[in-house]
Nanobody, 122 residues
Framework: QVQLVESGGGLVQAGGSLRLSCAAS????????MGWFRQAPGKEREFVAAIMRSDGWTYYADSVKGRFTISRDNAKNTVYLQMNSLKPEDTAVYYCAAGPQISRYDRDFGSWGQGTQVTVSS
């Protein structure tokens, strides 16, 4: 199990941008697929984006496609989520996760960070 720590959340106005970072411990970061999930108050955790190891394949939820970009820097053991054109409905706790293969399902990710709060005001 890899240790993950998210950062970069905060309060932003609608239409603004934030970049989330997820720093991973260990020496084997490059072999993990990485994902971002989010959970809003009163809602279930939902998939946001995922990226393969170093192959460049990415998946996005329809709700964020065209606005969010997932990327990774294996040399820095870090995955990013660039969020543009933010909407109030993007308000949630955002979690990063690591798993053996790329997936849209949280059951396929065995390691999770503690989350970072993103709040988008109208």
């Amino acid at each position: 199990q890899v240790q993950l720590v998210e950062s970069g959340g905060g309060l932003v106005q609608a239409g603004g941008s934030l970049r989330l970072s997820c720093a991973a411990s260990g020496r084997t970061f490059s072999r993990y697929a990485m994902g971002w999930f989010r959970q809003a108050p009163g809602k279930e955790r939902e998939f946001v984006a995922a990226i393969m190891r170093s192959d460049g394949w990415t998946y996005y939820a329809d709700s964020v496609k065209g606005r969010f970009t997932i990327s990774r820097d294996n040399a820095k053991n870090t995955v990013y989520l660039q969020m543009n054109s933010l909407k109030p409905e993007d308000t949630a706790v955002y979690y990063c996760a690591a798993g053996p293969q790329i997936s849209r399902y949280d059951r396929d990710f065995g390691s999770w960070g503690q989350g970072t709060q993103v709040t988008v005001s109208s």
